[in-house]
């Protein structure tokens, strides 16, 4: 499958996708240096996310309409006021969008509604991404999917039966390129809960790309991803998480996710293929393995033994194998100390 003009899949380097979120902290200028920033590092492209407060919720400061789990970084916050912090501006869409065109990273977002949808649709994004809480948000799905562009699916918290659900939904309604992303959805994930191997499960399952939305903190846990197939790799993104903002404090920095597009690159490199004996590359090497020689200066009819033969470097007398059967033979002619052993001096 492509997004843009990228190539998703196990014979292109993993697509990094660097999710600004609500890290803009509510200044379109601060939004534009992101988009800068996300484009020096080598990211493939850059993510935000289209909803307003009311689309997300309702206007109350009580009950479950309030943040109450006293280890969340918004605890004591109602979800109404949370959303209007993060959201990203509609009228910012567009600048945000043709920013990213002119530094060469492709941009789309995560829509949460079928207003969100539409509007997107007039921006004519590449692709969509549904966030972990929407991925059981069906008649949403269905929307998106009927773009026909392809879609991107974050997995937290969904059990089998419900992902099923969700991909036959996609593909029912026209969704012909979709990946999946393993996804921990917690602020940060630990690397205990993150549970990679998932990854190779959902390609088995669904038979789609598959790859990490990673909450974790450092590059680890997305390079191993990669080992167990991932194609796509999501991180949030900032100028720096000293600045604060809602996303700050498990978003990753410029000089991180260049380091991230590195080592995921490296780490999909390594893959190659299954591969036994001498690679061209190694064959120089072959003259520094240890074969069989002679140790002592020799004359012709004398015995081999341990003392006179020995299994060293370098590589140009016989293998070690053959050692123990060149024990107690005689030499054939006189040879020096440093000969490499060969079946024509056997008398």
Not at 53 to 72: A, G, N, Y
């Amino acid at each position: 499958m492509q997004i843009g003009d990228r190539k998703i899949g196990r014979d292109a380097t993993p697509f990094v996708i660097a999710e600004m979120s609500g890290n803009h902290n509510q200044s379109l200028e601060r939004a534009l240096e992101i988009v800068e920033a996300a484009a020096k590092t080598g990211a493939h492209a850059l993510k935000i996310q289209t909803y307003t407060p009311d689309t997300m919720t309702l206007d109350l400061d009580e009950r479950e309409f309030r943040i109450s789990d006293p280890k969340s970084l918004w605890a004591g916050t109602s979800l109404y006021k949370l959303y209007g912090e993060a959201y990203t501006p509609w009228e910012w869409h567009k600048p945000i969008f043709d920013r990213a065109r002119e530094l060469g990273i492709i941009a789309f977002s995560t829509p949460f509604d079928d207003t969100a949808v539409d509007f997107l649709e007039s921006l004519d994004v590449p692709c969509y991404k549904i966030a972990s809480f929407e991925n059981t948000d069906l008649p949403l799905i269905r929307r998106v999917a009927a773009t026909g562009k392809p879609m991107i699916i974050s997995t937290g918290m969904a059990t089998v039966a419900e992902l099923d659900e969700t991909v036959r939904a996609a593909r029912g309604a026209g969704c012909k390129d979709l990946v999946l992303l393993k996804c921990t959805s917690t602020y940060p994930a630990s690397a205990a809960n993150t549970n990679i191997l998932t990854i190779p499960h959902l390609h088995e399952l669904f038979g789609c790309e598959v790859g990490l939305s990673d909450h974790t903190m450092g590059v680890g846990v997305s390079v191993a991803s990669v080992a167990l197939g991932a194609t796509v790799i999501e991180k949030h993104f900032t100028l720096s998480r000293a600045d604060g903002g809602v996303d700050s404090s498990f978003s990753m920095e410029p000089a991180e996710m260049k380091q991230l597009v590195v080592e995921t690159g490296r780490a999909w490199e390594a893959l190659g293929h299954v591969s036994y004996g001498p690679i061209d590359a190694e064959k120089k090497s072959m003259v520094f393995r240890r074969s069989i020689y002679v140790a002592l200066d020799m004359s012709a009819g004398d015995v081999f033994t341990q003392e006179s033969l020995r299994c060293i470097r370098p590589g140009m007398g016989l293998p070690p194998k053959f050692y123990d059967i060149l024990l107690g033979r005689r030499v054939n002619r006189d040879v020096t100390k440093g000969t490499p052993m060969d079946w024509d001096l056997l008398g």
